[in-house]
């Protein structure tokens, strides 16, 4: 099947279409007009399959048919068709927004007692947009601190998709690590020169990864963490499918002590750039 006609049959489903009765649709549309009996023959399908396809698509102003016996049949053109599906939506949209009042006080007045649980929970969190727009809600919950692990490939995905923005708007501190190399300490520099810009209470230290691997989690109050499931490319710049789990439980005390312990043996950031950057120039030198 070509893209194009995955498209189209996108579209034909969207309003309200089955498989089988964009099938029909696309070959009538397509074709002049037909008898069920050649339909079914075309199309492999049983005629009486056929029939209650085509009674339907009749019934949605898709398809006409004549009078005589055996029925012909022909579909409306497709510029037609989606006239009128562009019709339904409208009067859909206009329905719900004269309804929204009223549905929003029906809404709020559905009462179901449910018993209080205080046990924590586990959320499995499902691609980089349903993540960052996470953190960035608990970023914004935040009342105390916010601390976290990310490499400088994070840190990057995070500005581009809004992290500033969100440093802006709170005076919450901020605590992260990340390991700067001589491979990336030029990429990341001008990341956390905005960071900080943002907001002067944030603070990040390069911490040194004997694995090579840098674990990502961030964590708020004490109280939340959101931790990345490990990406089958750690280098790869495309990110967009990642997971993360969150939680409320114990879990987030765990990573809060590695946190503490890595940070405690970690390095001023500005510190660390100007080590790479005399490294760098020494070698220049030689």
Known sequence: MTVTNKFVLEVLKNFGLTDKESEVYIYLAKSCIQKAGN????LR????QVYRILRNLRIKGLVRSTFEVPMRFEAVPFERCLDLMIKAKKEESTFLEGKRDELVTCWNSINIECPAFHLGRFMIVEGRNNLYSMIFQMIERAEREVLGILDSLGLSQAVQMGLLDVLEKTETSFRFLTEITKENVQMIKPILERMT?????FTVNHVGLVSGICPRFIIRDDKETIIFLSHEDAS??????ENGIWTNRPAVFYTKSFFE???HKSTNINKRILELEAKKLSERKR
């Open 39 to 42: 339909i079914s023959k075309r």
């Open 45 to 48: 399908m049983h005629k009486a």
């Open 197 to 201: 810009t943002k907001n002067k209470d």
């Open 261 to 263: 312990e890595l940070w």
């Open 236 to 241: 790869s710049t495309d990110r967009k499918h």
